[in-house]
């Protein structure tokens, strides 16, 4: 009872806003806000901003507040969402991030000329 109490208090306080760090034509670096409550792991879903696409997700490997997402595509918008993970119990994620956009792939620089 008291391991579900604590839990549930961790989870009381939400992740941050993503935000972007770093760019390229195919990955992006984003940051959050740690919700001040230690984690073991947080778990970051993001998909395309078109609307049709489907989410995705990948985890941190500790407790860091920052993650790589590669093989995206480039020149695309994408929205990311963040929540904690304690054990197998998952926390609910907090604000969805504002549009984030990948960089135009070197090669369509080339082809326009």
């Not at 049709?52 to 860091?64: A, C, H, R, V």
């Not at 020149?75 to 054990?87: L, N």
């Amino acid at each position: 009872m008291f391991f579900f109490l604590k839990t549930y208090s961790y989870f009381k306080k939400v992740p941050g806003q993503p935000f972007v760090t770093e760019t390229t034509s195919n990955s992006v670096t984003i940051c959050w806000e740690k919700p001040g409550e230690k984690f073991d792991c947080f778990q970051v879903r993001y998909k395309q901003k078109d609307g049709e696409s489907k989410w995705k997700s990948l985890e941190t490997d500790d407790n860091s507040n920052f993650i790589t997402i590669k093989e995206i595509m480039a020149d695309t918008a994408y929205v990311f969402q963040v929540r904690g993970k304690i054990d197998d119990l998952e926390g609910p994620y907090g604000p969805i991030s504002d549009d984030i956009t990948t960089a135009e792939s070197p090669s369509a620089g080339m082809l326009k000329g």
